[in-house]
């Protein structure tokens, strides 16, 4: 060989070896582009895709004649359990991403289970221990950095390939308010990620972020009670809108043709108010009188600055906690329309003009709710509205957990229906009278908070069934935007897993007695089950590793819904039930 043939060879070896050097950085991409636009083999978001919503995989290697073959390929227990796992997994270029109680990060090949690392942040156990919302569902990726909120009130971002930190910032003073982060940011674009505070039952002003993702620096504030907002101020009696609760505990959803991201606010504090039927006046014998903006609402903030573009509130001064916050915002489109759908606590499903938030319809999901006759969309008000009388005994549905809550629904492209669990149950409530306290019912069993920043909900409450029925789930298959049932299936034990439909025609759900089970989702034929050993409360992801589909399930019972389910419903069918925390994977042989 002779020199300039030498030359050549090494000058090749060199370019072979450099490429081998990137080949890990090419597998560890997540660039802002990427998560935009995620590809099919991938699991980007919370909810799959940051604009669309729909918790839907196209991968269809399994699909409704195969999925029968479903078996096992790993399992991953991460060990410590606090309120099982509520989570759902991202997933990129084969590797997942995994948050775990209470702030715990973890990074798995996809194929194999195998730990590639963990991040565990020291946090302060009393400001831990304390809080209510001791818990995370989920965490969001972007540009190489994993983010994450604590329930200490920080947000980090760790290096995707190492975990190790890039930055820290301590945004709520937990310490103080006991307020902190629980669930997933959304990353929004190179410049932009989102987060909201849990805030609901604090006596504290909720607050949304928008932080720059290389720094952690704060690029806006959104104040959830109406800081600096006359219109929202004049919806509260006095100033209790300076700890009038409203935080946002769940992701949102990037309308980014009309640069804005929607999400959703939870409940005012104090969670229930002695006012009655006067609530909704500012100047009501209250605590805190009037609607309360912008509590219990959907609201689209603008990309850029913050500001509230609309809003729709979808519990006036909520005397029933039925906060907007679970964050489940589906984006779609009928006949050129594009339509936003939110499926609310208080068991309505909402459909609105995309750019403007006018609703277009608002149709009741539940067949058991009693607390309105429902929203007229001429006038724009809830109608018939049922007020509960401090010291009296009232039957309410749906329950304190909502008609929906934070375990998301799908909608499928390729059916045009929108899949949802409902939660038909009710409770009795009795609100304390004006020198009430802050005893709390589950059930049985009853405790007692301390008088300090943490919680204050001045209320009892006890589970009961819906009149004349017993309490379950409903399974819908519907129309997103007329309502309208394709089929159902009914449950009497409640799911609690968010669904995932694939381009395969598979439906997937997690039930709370271990369970779970892949449907047809033209018509509701249940295909495969699986007993996975403990219920389910967290997400359902499919994604690719080696060019092979994978189904990955979140199980784990806990959670403050799980626990209330078991003491107020289903005692007798959940013995000595534990809280436990696992994800299982499975694929066909």
């Known amino acids: 060989m002779n020199h300039r043939m030498r030359v050549l060879a090494n000058r090749m070896l060199l370019i072979a070896a450099m490429m081998l050097c990137l080949a890990p950085m090419a597998l560890a991409d997540s660039s ?33 004649e195969n999925v029968k073959n479903l078996r096992p390929a790993w399992i991953f227990q991460p060990g410590e359990v606090r309120m099982g796992m509520h989570g759902t997994p991202v997933v990129i270029n084969g590797e997942m991403y995994l948050s775990t109680n209470p702030s715990t990060v973890w990074k798995l ?14 946090m302060d156990e009393a400001v831990v221990s304390r809080s209510v919302f001791a818990h995370t569902r989920g965490l969001a990726i972007g540009d190489g950095r994993v983010y994450m909120g604590l329930v200490d009130g920080r947000v980090i971002a760790l290096d995707e390939k190492d975990g190790s930190v890039i930055w820290d910032k301590q945004l709520v003073n937990s310490k103080k308010d006991s307020a902190g982060f629980s669930g997933a940011g959304t990353f ?26 290389k720094t952690g620096d704060l690029k806006w504030t959104f104040y959830t009670t109406g800081r600096g907002d006359e219109k929202a101020l004049a919806t509260w009696g006095g100033d209790s809108w300076k700890y009038g609760g409203g935080g946002s505990w769940q992701p949102g959803t990037v309308d980014y043709d009309n640069n804005q991201i929607f999400m959703g606010t939870s409940n005012p504090n104090p969670d229930y108010d002695y006012c009655g039927a006067d609530c909704r006046d500012p100047k009501a014998d209250a605590i805190r009188g009037g609607d309360n903006l912008y509590t219990s609402s ?10 509230l573009n609309w809003y ?7 005397p029933y906690d039925y906060d907007s916050a679970p964050g489940e915002y589906v984006i779609f489109e009928d006949n050129g329309r594009k339509l936003v759908l939110h499926p609310g606590k208080n068991g309505f499903n909402h459909v609105h003009e995309l750019k403007t938030g006018k609703p277009v319809n608002v149709y009741p999901d539940m067949k058991s709710q009693n607390w309105t006759s429902g929203f007229n969309l001429e006038t724009g008000e809830w109608e018939n509205l049922l007020w509960p009388k401090a010291g009296e005994k009232t039957l309410v549905c749906p329950a304190i957990d ?15 229906l929108f899949y949802r669990i409902a939660n038909e149950w009710c409770m009795d409530l009795t609100i304390a009278p004006k020198e009430g306290g802050t005893k709390i019912t589950f059930g049985t069993e009853k ?9 204050y909900m001045a209320a009892e409450w006890v589970g009961q069934p819906p009149p004349g029925d017993t309490t379950h789930g409903r399974l819908t298959a519907r129309n997103p935007l007329t309502g309208e049932i394709a089929w159902e299936k009914r449950y009497d034990i409640i799911p609690h897993s968010a669904l995932l439909t694939t381009g395969g025609g598979v439906l997937f759900i997690g039930t709370t007695d271990g369970f779970v089970e892949a449907i047809n989702a033209e018509n509701g034929e249940v295909l495969w089950r699986f007993n996975n050993g403990s219920g389910h409360h967290g997400g359902i992801v499919s994604y690719e590793a080696g060019g092979k589909q994978y189904i990955g399930v979140v199980v784990g019972h806990g959670s403050y819904v799980g626990r209330a389910l078991v003491d107020s419903y289903h005692k007798e069918k959940f013995v000595n039930m534990k809280e436990s925390a696992a994800v299982v994977v499975f694929s066909l042989p």
């Open 32 to 64: 802002a582009d990427k998560i935009r636009n995620c590809p099919d083999g991938d699991w980007c978001h919370y909810h799959r895709t940051v604009d669309k919503g729909w918790r839907h995989s196209p991968l269809s290697e399994i699909n409704t």
């Open 188 to 213: 929004v674009n190179s410049d932009l990620l989102v987060i909201g505070q849990n805030a609901g039952e604090y006596p504290v002003e909720g607050r949304i972020f928008g932080l720059d993702p």
């Open 109 to 122: 090949n996809g194929a194999t289970g195998e730990r590639i690392w963990a991040h565990v942040p020291e």
């Open 298 to 307: 959907t609201i689209a903030l603008d990309l850029g600055t913050g500001k």
């Open 447 to 455: 405790r007692i908070t301390e008088p300090f920043a943490q919680v």
């Open 312 to 318: 729709f509130q979808e519990a006036p001064s909520d």
């Open 402 to 416: 909502g008609g929906h809550s934070w375990n998301a629904g799908s909608y499928s492209p390729q059916t045009k």
